[in-house]
């Protein structure tokens, strides 16, 4: 595949090259959307708050995170630039650097964490499929396959993974495999009874809503490295919401749903040997073979956010961070590390509140005059909504804190600039 979709991180994608409509962002955020985490974050709602319960923080969170993603995703086919190009206009030039090497080193362990999601549940299908003793439960075997898969994706480039092979044909496959596991939902459990049923208590509707909400949240710092290939902004808009919206509802919902019908012992993997029994394993393989793409936009936007850093063409150091995750994934142990990538994620969120108010109210997107070094207002109120965010998951826990902290940073810089006066170019 040609590789002459890969473009300079701090300079726009050309017109001729900004190929992306409403389709093909609708077909890669349903994608993206779905998964084998998405399904695991279901069936961590489905104790505590019951089917209804789960479905409720669900809809309402997904709901919303997916308006800012989309929001967000604006910025980058207003602009044509990277993700992290678009902070510059909004932090300066040097106040971009942080939140750089944060980016980078949360998409090197969260593009390394998908390898292994991937890794484990192959080799249980491998077991299921095979016995204990067959060599397709290596999990070296698997590591070094799914590394190798999402490299090779990530090296082809967003333009010509989505339209020469996730347009194509890998959507439909995706989609086939969420309907057959919805009908075999259907068909063998009492979906009224169990809709009946109270969660247990342990997990309020607030904190329900917080962790369906961090989903669309958490690719904020991504969305605008492939929203960038697009030039209309109502069709990034509604491509990216209405893709993300139904995937992730649906997969986060079939997991809540599969949980508390068939896998409610509680042990380890007993959701995977679930959703193994329908269909012989080919949906979840399928959706497994989905899971690369998650770890494809990781090792892509880990490639674009360092060529900001090092004069190097995406597509190599796609190729070297590749190989990186697939090593870490084959040699770390992440158990740790996770505590840490959900860390540096929470000063994300704070971050595009900023980003969203400087980009649509302070310069009504328009771009500055001048970039500068560093912009003291937008740093102050990214700082401010860092520290309420964790102020709130420590004291009101059972509350939320990413959408607090994210309209905290937004108001607070929006009250700094504009009563200082931000100078902007013409539109």
């Known amino acids: 595949m040609s590789t002459t979709n890969h473009f300079s991180p701090d300079h726009p994608v050309p017109s001729s090259q900004r190929l992306f409509g409403a389709r093909d962002l609708f077909v890669l955020w349903f994608s993206l959307g779905t998964g084998l985490m998405v399904l695991q ?226 042990e380890a993997n007993a959701l995977l040997l679930a959703l193994a029994g329908a269909g012989l394993g080919i949906p979840l393989l399928l959706i497994l073979l989905d899971e690369s793409e998650n770890a494809f936009a990781d090792i892509h936007s880990a490639a674009v956010t360092t060529g900001l850093l090092v004069r190097l063409k995406v597509e190599h150091l796609a190729l070297a961070l590749g190989a990186l995750c697939t090593l870490i994934a084959c040699l770390a142990p992440l158990a740790q590390y996770e505590n840490f990538l959900l860390l540096i994620g929470s000063v994300f969120a704070p971050l595009f509140g900023v980003v969203l108010m400087d980009h649509f109210i302070v310069r009504r997107r328009r771009l500055p005059a001048v970039v500068g070094g560093l912009h003291w207002s937008a740093l102050l109120a990214w700082g401010v909504g860092v520290a309420a965010y964790h102020l709130m998951a420590s004291l009101a826990p059972d509350v939320g804190a990413t959408l607090p902290a994210l309209l905290l940073a937004g108001v607070l810089h929006g009250v700094l600039s504009l009563s200082r006066g931000r100078e902007t170019a013409p539109a």
Not at 92 to 118: A, D, K, T, Y
Not at 209 to 226: C, E, G, N, V
């Open 41 to 266: 974050v279901g069936a961590m709602l489905a104790p505590g708050l019951g089917l209804a319960g789960a479905m409720a923080a669900i809809f309402m969170g997904t709901a919303v995170g997916v308006l800012l993603l989309a929001a967000v995703g604006v910025t980058g086919s207003d602009t044509g630039l990277s993700a992290m190009a678009t902070l510059r206009l909004t932090l300066g030039g040097h106040g971009v650097r942080l939140p750089s090497l944060l980016n980078l080193l949360q998409l090197i362990g969260w593009g390394s964490f998908e390898i292994i999601v991937m890794r484990d549940a192959a080799s249980l299908l491998g077991a299921r499929a095979f016995g204990e003793d067959s060599v397709l439960t290596s999990p070296i075997l698997w590591t070094l396959c799914f590394g190798v898969l999402a490299t090779l994706l990530a090296v082809c480039g967003p333009l010509a993974f989505v339209r020469k092979i996730l347009r194509k044909w890998g959507i439909w496959l995706l989609i086939g495999a969420c309907l057959w596991l919805t009908w075999n939902l259907f068909a063998k459990a009492d979906l009224a009874a169990i809709w009946a049923r109270a969660g247990d208590g342990s997990m309020s509707l607030a904190v329900g809503f917080d962790i369906a909400i961090a989903m669309p949240l958490s690719w904020l710092p991504l969305i605008a490295d492939y929203s960038r290939f697009a030039q209309r902004a109502n069709r990034v808009f509604a491509g990216t919401a209405l893709g993300y919206f139904i995937g992730n509802t649906w997969l986060m919902s079939l997991g809540v749903a599969y949980t508390l019908a068939f896998a409610s012992s509680g």
